[in-house]
C-alpha cells in the first residue's frame, strides 16, 4: 500500500521531521513488541481458540510493523538497505506466524474447546 496520502494530506500540520520520525520510530517499537508479546500471552492461556485469537493480534501487529517501514522507507527516514533487511525479518516473521495459525487452526479443529 502507497503512502502518499500521508505526505500529501491536507491541513497536515507543520509537525517537525524530528517529531514525526520520533513518533514513527516509537509506533514501529510498540507494534514490533507487540507480535512477540501476543504470541506469548496466547500460548500461555486455555485452548486453541483463544491461542488463536492472540495470533491474529499478533498478524495485525506485523502488518502496522510492515506498513511503518514502508512508511519509514518512503520518508527516507531508513535507506534502501535497512529497508531490505528490515522486511526480511518481516517477511521470515510472517511465514512463522503463518504457519503457527495453521498449526493452530488445525488443532482447534481437532480439538474444540468447550
Known amino acids: 500500500m502507497r503512502s502518499d ?3 500529501n494530506a491536507p ?10 520520525q520520533k513518533a514513527l520510530a516509537e509506533q514501529l517499537l510498540r507494534a514490533s513488541s ?3 508479546l501476543n504470541i506469548a500471552e496466547g500460548s500461555a492461556r486455555k485452548g486453541s ?6 495470533l491474529d ?5 506485523l502488518a502496522e510493523v510492515e506498513s511503518a517501514l514502508e512508511l519509514a522507507k ?7 538497505a535497512d529497508y531490505a533487511r528490515l522486511d526480511a525479518i518481516a517477511t521470515e516473521t510472517a511465514k512463522t506466524l503463518w504457519g503457527l495459525l ?10 474444540p474447546t468447550p
Do not use: C
Not at 491541513?11 to 514525526?20: E, I, L, M, R
Open 5 to 7: 496520502w500521508r505526505s
Open 49 to 54: 481458540k483463544e491461542f488463536r485469537r492472540f
Open 102 to 111: 495453521r498449526k493452530v487452526g488445525d488443532t482447534a479443529m481437532r480439538h
Open 11 to 20: 491541513g497536515q500540520p507543520n509537525a517537525s521531521p524530528d517529531a514525526d
Open 34 to 36: 507487540s507480535v512477540p
Open 57 to 61: 493480534v499478533a498478524r495485525g501487529s
Open 74 to 80: 518512503d520518508l527516507e527516514y531508513i535507506d534502501a
